[in-house]
């Protein structure tokens, strides 16, 4: 259904994640923190980025960067409630994801031919979601539900279903994940870190998005 349900906005997203391989996830409080990390992005090579609904000002954030910045392909995240996938999609998102499974949101997007990426975090809510027609699907808190060995056993079980693990990722275990056939890429905030993006640490940030490509290209594979 993921794959299904895109709409000329957010055509290519799912291609564009099994090619980089790697998500940063930011939670951004203003348009200048939102360009620092926009830049630096595009520095690395990254053309992904997933916002967070954490903030009063996500929208106009997500507004921002599609003025901005018209070939990062941004999404929304911690999307609770089909009233805020609304807002996200009017402020331009395109993909939301969710930290867990919640079937009026997947119902509001599969209506409306809108991508998302629901959270799971057990055998249960994947076959909820899967139930629903969700085949791409976030891993959450992937550290904190078992990591590589959950996923390794949820594989056999469901080999349709493909992961987008977040929660606990860094450079060195990056691709422990990404080596997992039912792995699509990996998300986190390790790319977008809060304290790097108030100081104005550009290079810093840049540094760790080209390690994050360059660890994620060994890795390559095709969707």
């Known amino acids: 259904m993921n794959g299904e349900a895109v709409t000329e906005r957010s055509g290519g ?6 090619q980089v391989r790697v998500i940063p996830v930011a939670t951004l409080e203003s348009e200048a923190e939102a360009r ?4 630096a992005l595009q520095e690395a090579g990254i053309p992904l980025l997933e916002v ?3 903030t009063a000002v996500a929208s106009e954030v997500i507004r921002y960067l599609r003025r901005a910045d018209p070939l990062l392909r941004i999404g929304a995240g911690t999307i609770l409630s089909p009233e805020q996938a609304e807002q996200a999609v009017a402020a331009g998102a395109e993909f939301l994801v969710s930290p867990g499974w919640e079937p009026e949101l997947g119902r509001w997007c599969r209506e409306r031919r809108i991508l998302l990426i629901p959270g799971v975090a057990t ?3 994947v076959m909820a979601a899967w139930r629903q027609g969700w ?6 808190p992937a550290e904190a539900m078992g990591g590589v060995r959950t996923l390794e056993a949820l594989a056999p079980v469901f080999p349709q279903i493909r992961f987008i693990p977040t929660g606990g990722i860094q450079a060195r275990n990056l691709q422990d994940y990404l080596r997992l056939p039912n792995v699509l890429a990996c998300a986190g905030t390790w790319l977008a870190d809060r304290r790097l993006i108030r100081e104005g640490q550009k290079e810093e940030l ?7 490509r360059a660890l ?3 890795m390559a594979r095709v969707p």
């Open 13 to 18: 997203i799912l291609e564009a994640m099994a």
């Open 36 to 39: 620092i990390l926009a830049d």
């Open 52 to 54: 967070t609904f954490r």
């Open 123 to 125: 055998p249960s809510e």
């Open 135 to 140: 085949e791409v699907l976030k891993f959450f």
């Open 206 to 212: 840049i540094r760790r998005a080209r390690e994050a």
């Open 216 to 218: 994620a290209g060994e």
